[in-house]
């Protein structure tokens, strides 16, 4: 997927990926790269950086977590990241029909 394609949504996938239950950065990734059938592989600069970012904003929050013998930093929503996943997924469907309203594709 092109870098510049992907700008703008990058929130909204990482949101997405976190609305089910908590995650860390590897599964979060692996989250989105199956249920994009492999179009959305984000690379660690990429992915750990807009987490850190969404974390100050406040729409996540972070605890460390020993599971499985190692240590991992594990995301989740804050209430005003719900509050924000559902506008941006709002705003994304009515940008989605307006696109195609102007490109003219069926999906």
Avoid: C
């Amino acid at each position: 997927m092109n870098a510049e394609t992907l700008k703008g949504h990058l929130d909204l996938l990482l949101l997405t990926a976190l609305e089910a239950h908590p995650a860390h950065g590897y599964a979060i990734a692996e989250t989105l790269r199956a249920r994009s059938e492999q179009a959305f592989d984000l690379p660690e600069g990429t992915l750990y950086p807009a987490l850190h970012r969404l974390e100050r904003a406040g729409l996540l929050a972070s605890r460390w977590s020993d599971q499985s013998g190692r240590r991992r930093r594990v995301y989740h929503l804050t209430a005003k990241g719900r509050r924000a996943l559902v506008k941006r997924q709002r705003d994304w469907l009515d940008f989605a029909r307006a696109m195609r309203a102007v490109v003219g594709v069926q999906a």
